[in-house]
């Protein structure tokens, strides 16, 4: 059935999407992109995606080398000063490290880098500026028997990093969009079968989809700067 696309506020702004392979549109596992929200969000909106996401980095560079979702994010040589819309999406691939105090402004800890890129963004960019949160694993990704079930140790510790992240965000007076938790991508949803997540973590089509309704959801209701 064709979609029917309204205008809405965001129609022709620039959208420039900064994360992991959880937003990286180029990257492919068995032939099947990984950031399948990123279309949908900018089909729904009309938004000109510019996507800078990128598959297995982080925020925290003693992880990721000298390209990493930080660099990337801190720096204007891409065209960011023109964006209308940024997002950063973050956590699958910094758990390994520290997380931190929120208010850290250090390079060591996660929430450090969060901090430094928020700044950053705010005083160099007009942009809106949201951090996403997409799902979460569904089992470990080098052994699929380690299962991450609701109630157990590894979900205890994600949602003490996503909580995290949204203080931050509070602080800096910026919205954080955790499809994670939001968007009806729940454990025992996306464990039963491979309809909405293709592997340990990553998003089929369809589960794509779903996350870019929840974020156009959240999108619709705020405005760009002009």
């Known amino acids: 059935m064709e979609r029917i696309i309204v205008m809405n506020q965001w129609q022709g702004k620039k959208w420039y999407c900064y994360g992991t392979s959880m937003t990286d549109n180029v990257k492919l596992i068995n032939g099947i992109n990984c950031g399948n929200y990123s279309k949908y969000l900018a089909e729904y909106s009309g938004l000109e995606e510019r996507n800078f996401g990128k598959g297995g980095s982080g925020i925290i560079p003693k992880f990721h080398g000298k390209d990493n979702i930080k660099t990337r994010c801190m720096c ?103 499809g994670a938790s939001e968007a009806g991508l729940g454990y025992y949803r996306v464990a039963k079968d491979d309809t909405l997540v293709q592997d340990q973590i990553h998003l089929t089509d369809k589960g794509g989809e779903i996350l870019a309704k929840y974020y156009w959801g959240r999108l619709k209701n705020i405005y760009p700067v002009e």
Not at 77 to 94: F, H, Q, W, Y
Not at 95 to 105: A, V
Not at 165 to 170: I, L, P, S, W, Y
């Open 76 to 178: 204007l040589d891409d065209g960011k000063a023109e964006a209308d819309l940024i997002t950063v999406e973050i956590i699958p691939n910094d758990m390994k490290g520290e997380l931190g105090e929120i208010t850290d402004l250090c390079n060591d800890t996660f929430c450090g880098n969060l901090n430094q890129i928020i700044e950053y963004l705010l005083t160099n960019t007009k942009a809106t500026l949201v951090i996403l949160i997409a799902s979460r694993g569904r089992y470990q990704h080098d052994d699929s028997s380690v299962k991450y079930l609701p109630t157990g140790e590894y979900v205890k510790e994600r949602l003490q990093w996503e909580a995290a992240v949204d203080t931050v965000c509070k602080m800096h007076g910026i919205q954080c969009w955790n």
